[in-house]
C-alpha cells in the first residue's frame, strides 16, 4: 500500500509554482542564509535518502524481509545539525537520525570502510551480518568512521554517557592521554520530546549543568527532535520551552526542523556557542512525525485525521524542495526526478540486500561476547612496577595499594564517585588517593549513580580508565541501565569496534557492624549475575583482592572489559580468622596475579568441598577447623568470580571429595549459588550436594539481620548432614 505521505509529497510538488531560474549553485538560497543552492541540494539529497530508507523499511517489511520499521520521516532536518557539526564531533544519536547519519556520512570523502551509508542502513534493517557496526545484531545508527557511536533504543539510556564523553576529552587531553575525538570536539546527543522527561536525561541535563555550573568544561549540544507526541501521549503544548528555556547554565536554542534554513542557521549558533565557550546547550528542534510511530503503530486509533495530515505540511522535506524550487532555479520536474532516482536506488540496494546472510547460529551472534571474556581472562597486569611483600595489610587497605598502583601504571586512570577523594571513601578504602594523585584523577561527583556510571561510559570511549565507586550495592540498582543495558551491550552492538572499559567498585554484602539495616547490607546480586559478557569479581581476602583489582584494570585496559568489583564491607578492616590477635585476615602485598575466573581453594580436605564467596569464605574456614575437630576433612573454594565462575575449579574440586555445599551469603533466589549448583549438574557432577543461602528477605536492622543472613551455624549443621 503506497504510504499517504508519498503521495502527497508528488502532488504538492507537482502543484508547485516555478520560481526564478538560476545557474549559479554556489551563492546564498537567500540572503540570510550561510547555505548555499548546493548546499541546500545536498542537505535535500540527504533527507531523501532518509525519506526512501522509511519507504524501503515498510516496502522490506511487507515482503517478510525487514525487521525494523522505526522511522526518521519529519525528522529529518537534523540533517541540518549534522552539517553545523565537524564529522569529528562524537554523535550519540535519538531513533530517528537517518537525515543526521546521511548527511554525515557526506562529509567524510572516502569513508574508510568505502561502503554506501544508505546500504548499511538497509543491511541493518534485514539483520544482514555484512552490516558495518552491529554485524547484524541490531538496526542501530553507528559507525566508527563517522564518530556516531550506536545507541540502544532504551530511549534516554545514551544521555549519561554522552556527558561523560564531553567531560573526558578535555580530561583526557589535560592528562595527556590520547582520545578519539579532537580536544575541541563538541559532543552532540539527540533525544525526543516525550524522552526528554524521562529520569535519565533529566539527570544527565542536570549533570552537564552541575558540572559546568564549577566552570568544568562541558562541551555537550543536547538536540531536542521536538514532534509533540511520544508513541500516542502528546506532550504539553510549550513544555519543552518551558523546562529547559530557562535552566541556569544551559544555553537555550530553538529553531524549526521543517525548514533546513532556519535549522541550519540556528544550529550552526548553537554549535559555535558549545565550541567557544565549552559549556552545554540545548537545541530545540520543532518536528513532526509521519507514517507514526513505527511501522507497527495504527496512528489513526489514537490521532484525529485533520491532525495526522495537518503535519504533512510541515514535512521537512516537502519544505526543502519548496525552497530549492522558489529559490534554488530548480524546476518541480526536476525535483520529483530526483525523488523518484533516490527511490529506484534505495529500492535497488534494498532488493541486493534482501536476501544476504543472517546471523545463523548462536556462536555467529554471541562472538564478540566470547572474544570479549576471552580477551579477559588472558589479561595480565603489569610485572615487576610494583613490589609485593611488605606489612600484612587488611582488605581495604589493600584495595587502597591497588588502586595507587592502577593509577600510577595507567595515565589515564580516574577514581571517582561519592566521597571518595576528600574523605577517601566512607570506609576509607580510597583514602590519601586525591591528594598523592591530584583532582583530575581522585574526584567527588554528584550524588547521582546514573551519573557517575554514565560518566565511566563516556571516560571509557574517549580512552580513559574509568573506576567508579558506588557507595554501597542497594544503589547500584537505581543506575543498573546503565551497566546492563548500555556498558555491557555495546561491544555486541558494535560487533566490539566500541568498548567499555571501567572497574565499577561497589561496597557490598552482609554483616557489616557500622551501619545497619538493608542499604547497607544488600546482598542481592541477580541484577548482575545474567548480564553477558561482564566480570564479577568477589574478592574476599586482602592480597586476592589487590590482585584481583589489578586483573580487572588490566582486562578493562587491554579487552574493554566492564567489570563488577564487589568489595565485602564487613571484611575490610578485618584482621583475624580464628581467634582475637591471630592476624590471620591480613596478608602481605601480592606478588602472584590472579587470572579472571580462577577460584583459590584452601586445603585439601577429602571429606566434604565447600563452594564460596566473599564473607562465606572466612565462615566457612572457621567452620572447616571445627569440622575437623570433629573428624570431618574439609576443603574450601572461594570463587573469587562470579562471572565468569570458575566452573572447571568448582568441578574439579567438588569431584575430588564426592560431597560438595555451596555456601552462599547473597539471597536464596537469584543467588550466587544458582549458579555453582548448575555449573555443577551442567558438567555431571554426581557426589552428594546441597547449599545454604540467606533468606529471600531484605536486611533489617539490628540483630534481626542475623535471622534473615546465612549464619556459620547453619553451615556447620549442613556440613555434618552431608557428611553423615
Ligand atoms: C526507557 C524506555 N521506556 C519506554 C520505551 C518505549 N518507547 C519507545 S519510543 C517511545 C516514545 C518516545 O517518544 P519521543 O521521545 O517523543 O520520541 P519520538 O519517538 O516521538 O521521536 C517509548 C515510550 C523505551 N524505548 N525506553
Known sequence: MAEKIDEYFVDAVGALAAGATRADRSGPIVATSALTVQNVLDLFDSQLGSRHLD?????????????????????????????????????LLHYRSGGFFLQRASQVSGLSTGSNPLRDVL?????ATDEPISGGRHKVFGRRDLNVIPQTSTIASHLPRAVGVAFSIGRAAKLGVDTPWPRDAVTVCSLGDASANHSTAVGAVNTATH???????????FVCEDNGIGISTKTPTGWIAASFGNRAGLEYFAADGSDVVDAHGVATRAVDWVRKHRKPAFLHLRTVRLMGHAGSDVEAAYRTPAEIT??????????????????????????????????????????EVAGLPQLASAAAVMRPLHDALADAIAARPPTGAT?????????????????????????????????????????????????????????????????????????????????????????????????????????????????????????????????????????????????????????????????????????????GTLCVYLEPIALYHVRDLHDGGDDQWLAPYPTEAVPVGRARTYGDGSDLTIVTFGNGV??????????????????????????????????????????????????????VSEGVLAALVDNSYAGALARVASE??????????LTVLLSEDQIEAAARKLTS
Open 55 to 91: 519507504l524501503a523499511a515498510r516496502w522490506l517489511r511487507s515482503r517478510g524481509k525487514g525487521f525494523y520499521t522505526i522511522g526518521s520521516s519529519g525528522h529529518e532536518g537534523n540533517a541540518a545539525v549534522a552539517a553545523a557539526l565537524r564529522y569529528t564531533d562524537p554523535a
Open 123 to 127: 543491511l541493518g534493517l534485514c539483520a
Open 211 to 221: 558540572a559546568a555550573y564549577q566552570g568544568l568544561p562541558l562541551p555537550l549540544l
Open 310 to 351: 495537518g503535519d504533512y505540511e510541515r514535512d521537512p522535506v516537502l519544505r526543502t524542495a519548496g525552497l530549492l524550487v522558489e529559490y534554488g532555479g530548480l524546476s518541480p520536474a526536476e525535483i520529483l526526478d530526483c525523488y523518484e532516482a533516490k527511490r529506484s536506488e534505495v529500492i535497488g540496494i534494498a532488493e
Open 387 to 559: 613490589p609485593g611483600g611488605g606489612e600484612p595489610l587488611t582488605v581495604a587497605q589493600s584495595i587502597n595499594r591497588a588502586l595507587a598502583d592502577v593509577l600510577t601504571e595507567h595515565p589515564g586512570a580516574l577514581i571517582f564517585g561519592e566521597d571518595v577523594a576528600r574523605k577517601g571513601g566512607v570506609y576509607g578504602v580510597t583514602r590519601g588517593l586525591a591528594q598523592k594523585f591530584g583532582p583530575a584523577r581522585v574526584f567527588d561527583t554528584i550524588l547521582d549513580e546514573q551519573a557517575i556510571l554514565g560518566s565511566a561510559l563516556g571516560a571509557g570511549l574517549a580512552g580513559l580508565l574509568p573506576i567508579p565507586e558506588i557507595q554501597y550495592l542497594a544503589y547500584l540498582h537505581n543506575a543498573a541501565d546503565q551497566i546492563r543495558g548500555e556498558g555491557a551491550t555495546l561491544q555486541f552492538f558494535s560487533d566490539r569496534q566500541y568498548r567499555n572499559p571501567m572497574v565499577v567498585r561497589v561496597a557490598g554484602y552482609g554483616y557489616q557492624k557500622g551501619f545497619g539495616g538493608h542499604f547497607h547490607n544488600d546482598n542481592a546480586v541477580g541484577a548482575l549475575r545474567d548480564i553477558p559478557g561482564i566480570v564479577i569479581a568477589s574478592p574476599s581476602r586482602p592480597d586476592d583482592a589487590a590482585a584481583m583489582m589489578r586483573t580487572c584494570a588490566a582486562a578493562a585496559h587491554t579487552a
Open 618 to 671: 572466612p565462615m566457612s574456614l572457621r567452620v572447616a577447623r571445627r569440622l575437623e575437630g570433629a573428624g570431618i576433612s574439609t576443603r574450601v573454594v572461594d570463587l573469587r568470580w562470579l562471572a565468569p565462575l570458575p566452573v572447571a575449579d568448582i568441578v574439579r574440586e567438588a569431584n575430588a571429595t564426592g560431597r560438595t555445599l555451596v555456601v552462599d551469603e547473597t539471597r536464596a533466589s537469584g543467588g
Open 696 to 705: 529471600d528477605s531484605f536486611i533489617p536492622l539490628g540483630d534481626a539481620a
